[in-house]
């Protein structure tokens, strides 16, 4: 297919752009493949180029023989054109629409995409599945490196190195994969050198109404145990939930053949809600029509604070359980790869604090989201405005990123990125002109669409140090305790950075921010100066007597 069969009109003069805390700009509209440009020759203003995929979402109005096509993006953007003439503004509309909703993957913009900058390490080879286990091999001998699902004929959403307990041989390991959901048998997800305590996860197993059983499902799991020692399943559905999917075949352990665990169900809800909730949250905080109190009941319907807690609750009680109880901990939910990856990950914010700087921070989104198998290609299809039927789209990678953002916000001198960092991968889940986060799984993106070959690697971008300066926390100074956030309700807080940044209100409090970053900058080097001169007095004191 070419591009140029989609595009009835390329090209319109004396296009009027509105955008958020900007100034008008008449200018001339061009569509390409992959971009929405408008660029003007009035002196100082800044051109737009949008993506396509960035689209979510297009509303038509006409007045007289003009029209106007307001833009709803997936980073919660709006913006609107007014174009002059209706044949131009339909034209335009029907190719945006044509563009932004593109079914083949190898047709989108990181395919096309050269870099502008020089590649100074390959972000597809900086965490590879070998590399992190040499980590693991230093602090203990007891798991391996596993190949049984190099081909992933095993298990599609896994990546083809996987680590288990060193007594668990690949035989078994083939059959506890037909016992669990999507084959995803038990892995380890993160080991605990302060203790040696593991978090692995995996799919539901697959009891089924007959109550089906799999001894070597509970040798595998029983081999994480130490000598005496409980383990906590964690199941990310609420109890009914997990009785229903055992009536479909699914289901969960049972007490009388998994003695030594115990199992706890916490209710994290699943994508369809998810999404809704994420739509009746932007929907408030673009309505600035009501008063506080109004908005305040609109933000609270739409439950998205309350997805928070309960996210941040199930991690808390997952690293509680490594870090003060002493026990492993198995994770899983139905799949295996939404709520199941967000405990996990932000367990290991709270447990290691190398998931807090930038670069293991990237590496935990490498290991527990791109390689474990989430489906950011169905997730982040749709964002916040699409009217289209629902084919699994939900925001579970921005749900962890919020999360993230709430523990950033309570220890901000603990994390090495800023806000921005978070902000950034929430914009490129969604659109961008790097391949790491399409497809849906690791089979995916290296066997069927060979993304490191044929696109960029979004951290081959980040870790130039021209940008990772952008992301640098100035307040950071490395924590090496376990920390523990509230969960409280006023202890959680509307991500503004995200969700009210295109509306005027925001601006002020991002003005405010700024201007306390100085400020606490300032402190600390007035600090600096007078524990100088208190060593100086102190030297002089001496110095006399």
């Known amino acids: 297919m070419e591009f140029a069969e989609l595009i009835k009109t390329p090209r319109v003069d004396g296009v009027v752009l509105h955008r958020p805390f900007l100034p008008l700009v008449e200018g001339t509209l061009c569509l390409t493949g992959h971009h929405l440009i408008l660029s003007s020759r009035q002196d100082n203003t800044e051109e737009l180029w949008l993506l396509h995929a960035d689209i979510d979402f297009i509303e038509k109005r006409f007045v007289g023989s003009s029209g106007t096509i307001i833009v709803k993006c997936k980073d919660l953007r709006i913006i609107q054109l007014d174009i002059p ?11 945006i629409e044509a563009l932004s909703t593109l079914d083949s993957v190898s047709l989108m913009y990181p395919f096309f995409y050269r870099p502008m900058f020089e590649v100074i390490e390959d972000g597809w080879n900086l965490f590879l599945p070998e590399e992190s286990f040499k980590d693991l091999e230093s602090m203990t001998d007891e798991w391996r490196l596993s190949e049984v699902n190099r081909d992933f004929s095993i298990c599609p959403s896994y990546p083809p190195l996987v680590v288990v307990p060193k007594d668990t041989d690949d035989d078994t390991l083939l059959k506890v994969a037909s016992f669990r959901h999507g084959g995803r048998f038990p892995v380890l997800s993160y080991y605990h050198k302060k203790n040696g305590m593991v ?11 007959n109550g089906r059983r799999c001894k070597e499902d ?3 799991i029983n081999a994480t145990l130490r000598a005496g020692k409980r383990g906590y399943i964690i199941d990310t559905r609420a109890t009914a939930v997990a009785q229903q999917a055992k009536a479909r075949g699914g289901g ?96 290991q914010i709270l447990l290691d604090p190398s998931c807090r700087t930038i670069r293991g921070f990237q590496a935990l989104v490498e290991r527990e989201w791109l390689q474990a198998g ?71 993106r290296s066997a069927t669409l060979k993304l490191p070959q044929k696109t960029v690697s979004l951290w081959s971008w980040v870790n130039r140090p021209q940008e990772m300066e952008g992301f640098v926390n100035p307040l950071y100074e490395p924590n090496s305790l376990v920390i523990w956030p509230s969960v409280a309700p006023q202890s959680l807080q509307l991500w503004e950075g995200v969700f009210l940044r295109w509306n005027r209100s925001s601006k002020c409090l991002d003005e405010a921010y700024e201007e306390m970053v100085h400020i606490i900058e300032y402190n600390k080097e007035l600090q600096k100066k007078v524990n100088s001169l208190r060593r100086q007095l102190a030297q002089l004191e001496t110095e006399e007597i």
């Open 85 to 95: 003439g209706m044949e131009e503004c339909l034209n335009i509309a029907s190719s």
């Open 199 to 209: 978090m692995m996860r995996a799919g539901q197993p697959l009891i089924g109404p």
């Open 218 to 220: 509970e040798k595998l």
């Open 252 to 347: 969960f352990e049972q007490e009388a053949n998994y003695p030594q665990w115990r199992r706890i169900h916490k209710t994290i809800e699943r994508y369809s809600v998810l999404q809704d909730s994420l739509i009746k949250l932007v929907e408030a905080c673009n309505d600035q029509s009501h008063s506080m109190d109004r908005w305040l009941s609109k933000l609270e319907a739409s439950n998205w604070l309350s997805h928070i807690k309960e996210i941040l609750t199930t991690a808390c009680l997952a690293a509680q359980c490594i870090d003060r109880e002493g026990a492993t901990v198995l994770v899983h939910g139905t799949e295996g790869t939404d709520s199941t990856l967000q405990v996990t990950s932000l367990a």
């Open 374 to 444: 989430h489906p950011f290609q169905h997730r982040c299809a749709q964002s916040a405005y699409s009217s289209g039927k629902l084919h699994g789209e939900a925001p579970i990678f921005l749900l962890f990123l919020d999360c993230t953002w709430q523990i950033l916000r309570q220890f901000p001198c603990s994390f090495e990125f800023n806000e921005n960092f978070l902000v950034l991968l929430f914009e490129h889940a969604y659109a961008t002109q790097f391949g790491t986060f399409l497809g849906n799984s690791a089979a995916e």
